[in-house]
């Protein structure tokens, strides 16, 4: 198996493991890490809640604020050009993005305060849904070259218009930002703020004179709201030409950072080309605005996953302090901790921030419920995803994530195919929900429905590292390992670090009595785990640091194995068990490792107790470093209790689909 080299010269290839070579970082953040003034940042969405309870829950203790709070509704376009309707969108989104770099003011995201575009919902009943005391809305009409922008902002609680306004200049990107920093300098004084000079120019500051640019970026801003894989194309494309156009607009870097991100998640962009340009595009953005939040939080998604976390967590926190109510931000960081860095605690406190700023939105809302899982908190996690439901029943992952719990969590493969199926009804060209669904069919012992599933899903996305991984395992079962190198190598190349296809090709090579070819999957990604000096082990390598200590048992360096599992246990014993983000069967495969068989059958014992069921068939039956287990007695009762809880599943699906 041969790793793209010339990826890893060029440092494109992340290294999600502390044992990998990481990337260079983008140029150093150089500013004064001023505690207090982040601690101020955080202030602005802190008081709303406290690290035990969550948004809107009450305790008898006091969880309003003295800080103000708004929504910015979205402004109707009264022009005669409807198709052009973006542009109001557009200005109320400046107003957003504007008023979220005021310290003191809670500011409530685009996608919540957009959810009432079009409907007739009257100002105290979204001050309550949205848990704000200030609502601004008005309207926009641009014909020829006149621009006329309405404003009036209400408190929520009297029905009172608080201030109002009325402003018409020559249309141009240039007045089009006068009049956002005149509406918001009004805003802010209305609400008693006393903005600092620096955030004063902030505030006035003009993103880019060119109109056609910020024209297009209307558009690419409101085509990047849906998330499908042609808008987002398309938002790209625009968010191009409007740099062309203005090459010293730096939301359009930011925002172009932010759809390839999104295309690389959805599989229709490599992560390293997404990476390299977002890079790009980022380091442009600073160079042109390092006052931009947005821009610091986007640095942090990149920098999470090259392993850069000191820097990545240092571009949150920078960011934070510029932009206090930019609820993506916190959506970011939270996911950053619990994935990169094993602070699941804290991710929830982030997480929580994001949709108290954002709270109708189902992708913050469903990244809430991601975190929740991360911590182990998995009933609290069923409840978020329902609430989901609530808020977008039309929001077709929801559905595929809860089936996944389901059955990554619970075990409970037959509640969660209904559910998944959902969402493959839902996005009939989505590979995700055939991915999962054929994990599902592959732990009922049904390979052939796996087998379609998974072909159906390489159709769709030829080239998925996801659809890939799945049919290694699937080839694994069928034995056919010409299938299973192929895909291995598809998987490889993406996602080098994927540590089930490393073991695979790992076992390939013992099974043929190759034990210095058994290390080489492991020497690119985690080249670390390998030398001499102790290794840090974390969320990205602790799986690896097992897989390698095992082969070094075989190899003979048996201390050295031992010292890499003694690291290895603490971090694994913080973890939960279940879900994709736990430790599965890492305790038992390190005292298969150390020769305490007794003591792994002990802990598969309870493993499968407590519902584990991924990839169980393939775990036990094909994993090497497990082998010493099938003939010590009590195992062949635990393939009998999952065999039997399989064919009752089965029954099951078969005569009752579905949950309520």
Known sequence: MKTNRKESDDRSTPARSPGGQAPDPAPPIRWVRNIAAIAAGLAVVLWYFDAGRGPGQDDGRQTASDLPSIAVMPFADTGPDQSRAYYGDGVSDAFITSLASQPGLKVIARTSSFSYRGRDTDVSTIAEQLDVGYVLRGSVSHEGEALRINAQLIDAETGRTVWNGAFEKELSASNVYAIRTEIATAVIRSLRIKPSPEDRVRLSRVPTESTAALDLFFKARQLMESRAPEDLGRAAELLRTAIDSDPEFAAAYVALADTLRLQSRQGTLPWNVADQQGMA????????????????????NLLGPRGEYWDAEEAFKRGIELSPSYAPLYQWYAEFLWVYVARPREAV??????????????IINRDYAYTLVAAGRFDEAVAQYKMVIDIDPAFAPVYNDLGVLYHGVFGRIAEAIPLIEKTRAMSPSSPYPLISLAAAYVDLDDLEAATDLLDEARQMAPGDPRTAAARVVLAALKDDPAAARTDAETVLENWPWHVPTLRYLRDKELAAGNLAAAFEPYEFSFAKLLGDAPPSIGPSNFAAAIDIAYLLVLEGRPERAEKILRLARPFIESRPRMSWFGSMLADVRIQAVLGNNERALALLKKAVDDGWRVSWRYELEHDLALSSLRETPGYAEIIETLDADMQRQRNSLASEPGIE
Not at 349 to 362: E, G, I, K, Q
């Open 281 to 300: 595009a980022i380091r442009t953005a600073l160079r042109i605005d390092g006052g931009s939040g947005e821009a610091y939080a986007a640095l942090g």
């Open 349 to 362: 406190s982030f997480a929580r921030m994001s949709v108290a700023l954002d709270p109708r939105s189902a």
